[in-house]
């Protein structure tokens, strides 16, 4: 699979990242296929939360995959912490104890990447960044970055923090796409042209910042997929269109759209269907053109001025 820069680091990624939202959905058996097969079709950037499954899908996903040092070497690791139940907490404490209890149920000694789960409202960047320089200098946490944080929380933090910040993972997909579509439709009296996020797309690329899109085939706020969804005929249309064209599914020309952005974005899918999972891939090969891009984009109800 084709790979890119994940952020300013030196770690070369795939396109694709394996979210492990969904994995203790599986069977054991159903678990270690899945996950061999992501690692034969080049899928070997794993995305997981200490709060999914309450930290059971790590637990699953270590034994689904043998964890050994061998194979630790051979794939990339990303958790996120910060969500409790009821409240958010990036306090120094609730860090470092979060990346213990991941790294024991992972059944490694270090992650690649770290990320901060939802925005604290009573985020103290101080401490933020004592528990960064603690993980990083004992080796257990090489890269650091955020999730669903706008440019200027990412700023607060950066003025504490001296490790850069590499990824941002956002909502985004065809048909949850304003941080496109108000760039697009600058100083315009409808919807779209409502910035709900600060221009945090722009932010992620001036800043060398991967932006990782989270929920790629979701509409709504986990409502459903809209792929083959009755309530999208024209999108399903026209994405099916372009599938045919390139001989590819549905699946593929969702996730290939994200990729056409020039902004060098790192989708994470959320399918434990290993059809679906090659399929996601696939999209590494596929470039849609400026047309192609834009006629998805105005089938989803995404209108320009």
Not at 123 to 132: G, L
Request: with cysteine; glycine share 6%.
């Amino acid at each position: 699979m084709r790979t890119i820069q994940l952020g300013t680091s030196s770690l070369e990624v795939p396109v694709v990242a394996v979210g492990c939202m969904r994995i203790n959905s599986l069977e054991k058996a159903e678990a270690e296929r899945f996950v061999q097969a992501s690692l034969e079709a080049g899928a070997n950037f794993f995305d997981h939360a200490d709060i999914y499954g309450g930290g059971a899908c790590e637990e699953i996903f270590a034994d689904a995959i043998h964890m050994n040092d061998d194979i630790r070497e051979k794939i990339v690791l990303q958790s996120k912490c910060g969500i409790r139940k009821g409240s958010f907490d990036f306090s120094k404490d609730h860090i470092l104890t979060s990346v213990d209890g991941i790294l024991k149920r992972l059944k490694t000694d270090y992650l690649d990447i770290l990320l901060l789960h939802r925005p604290d409202a009573l985020v103290e960047p101080e401490e933020v960044a004592e528990a960064f320089d603690k993980l990083e200098s004992s080796g257990k946490v090489r890269h650091f970055g955020v999730s669903n944080q706008k440019p200027m929380q990412i700023e607060l933090l950066k003025k504490y923090v001296k490790q850069p910040i590499v990824a941002n993972q956002l909502q985004l997909s065809i048909t949850n796409a304003n941080m496109i579509s108000n760039g697009v439709n600058v100083n315009m009296e409808n919807e779209s042209a409502i910035d709900r996020d600060g221009s945090i797309l722009d932010y992620c690329r001036l800043n060398d910042i991967t932006v990782q899109p989270w929920s790629p085939f979701q509409y709504g706020f986990f409502k459903g997929v809209f792929l083959d969804n009755e309530e999208f005929p024209e999108l399903n249309a026209q994405i099916d269109e372009i599938a045919k064209k390139y001989e590819v599914s549905n699946t593929t020309i969702a996730i290939a759209w994200l990729l056409r952005h020039p902004a060098r974005m790192q989708p994470v899918t959320g399918t434990m269907n290993i059809e679906r999972i090659r399929d996601c891939v696939k999209a590494s090969d596929v470039h849609l053109t400026r047309e192609e891009w834009y006629e998805i984009y105005r089938a989803a109800g995404n209108i320009l001025p």
